[in-house]
C-alpha cells in the first residue's frame, strides 16, 4: 500500500470549515483514499473514500486532485465532537483488504 | 453497516497469564481483522481472521503469541497469550462487509493492562 503524509496536528474553530490535507504521492491507480477518524477512547470510524472523483456524504467532502497525489478532507462546518484523530489511508479493494494507519492529523476545534 | 461489540472493554491482568477477548458482529461480514493500540500510537493490524482457516499474521506477530479463532462468520476470539507488561493495549476489531462499498468497522476495543 502506498504511504500517507499528514500533518501532525490541526486546529479549527468551531463552525467553521475543517480542511485536513494527505499526499499520497505514490498511490497505484488501483488504490482508493479512505478517511478514518478515532475519537477519544472510541474505535476508528468510517468517514468516507473515493478513487477519483470527488466524494460527499452527510458527515464530509472528499477531494482529490487530478494527478491522485494529494486529497483534502473537508468538514464543513466543524463542531466540538468532531475533535479527534484523522487518518488518510489508500488501499486497494480487491485482494489486500487490510487497513495500514499512519499517524493522522489530531484535529481540536476550539470553541 | 455493521455493530461490533466486544468483551471484555477492559481487563487487569498478572503477567504470565492470558486472556482472551471475544468479537461479536451483527450481521454477516466478509473480513475480520484485530489491531493493537498502544497507548498514544496509531493502530497495528495483528492479524486477518479466516473463517474456517488458520489466521493470517502480520510481520511481527505469531500465533503461539496471539491464537486467533473464527468459528462463522460474526464471531472471532483473539487470545493474548502469557502476557507482559509490554503487551498492555488497546485490542480492537474490525471487520469488512461484503458489497461494493468496502467499508470496514471497528468495534469499542478492549483495554489491557498487564501488571
Known amino acids: 500500500d502506498a504511504k500517507t503524509t499528514q500533518p501532525t496536528s490541526m486546529d479549527c474553530a468551531e463552525g467553521r470549515a475543517a480542511n485536513l490535507p494527505c499526499n499520497h504521492s505514490?498511490?497505484?491507480?488501483?488504490?482508493?483514499v479512505y478517511w478514518y477518524r478515532q475519537i477519544h477512547s472510541q474505535g476508528p470510524q468510517y468517514i468516507i473514500h473515493g478513487l477519483k472523483n470527488n466524494e460527499t456524504n452527510e458527515m464530509a467532502s472528499l477531494i482529490i486532485t487530478e494527478d491522485r497525489k494529494s486529497s483534502t478532507l473537508i468538514l464543513p462546518h466543524a463542531t466540538l465532537r468532531d475533535t479527534a484523530v484523522y487518518y488518510c489511508i489508500v488501499r486497494v479493494d480487491f485482494g489486500n483488504e487490510k487497513l495500514t494507519f499512519g499517524t493522522g492529523t489530531r484535529l481540536t476545534i476550539i470553541p | 453497516s455493521a455493530v461490533i461489540s466486544q468483551k471484555p472493554s477492559r481487563d487487569i491482568c498478572q503477567r504470565g497469564t492470558s486472556l482472551t477477548i471475544q468479537c461479536q458482529v451483527d450481521?454477516?461480514?466478509?473480513?475480520m481483522f484485530w489491531y493493537r493500540q498502544q497507548p498514544g500510537q496509531s493502530l497495528t493490524l495483528i492479524a486477518t481472521a479466516n473463517q474456517g482457516s488458520e489466521a493470517t499474521y502480520e510481520s511481527g506477530f505469531v500465533i503461539d503469541k496471539f491464537p486467533i479463532s473464527r468459528p462463522n462468520l460474526t464471531f472471532s476470539t483473539l487470545t493474548v497469550s502469557n502476557m507482559s507488561p509490554e503487551d498492555s493495549s488497546i485490542y480492537l476489531c474490525?471487520?469488512?462487509?461484503?458489497?461494493?462499498?468496502?467499508?470496514?468497522?471497528f468495534g469499542p476495543g478492549t483495554r489491557l493492562t498487564v501488571t
Open positions: 474490525s471487520a469488512q462487509t461484503p458489497g461494493l462499498r468496502k467499508e470496514q468497522y
Open positions: 505514490t498511490i497505484s491507480g488501483n488504490e482508493y
Open positions: 450481521s454477516q461480514v466478509t473480513m
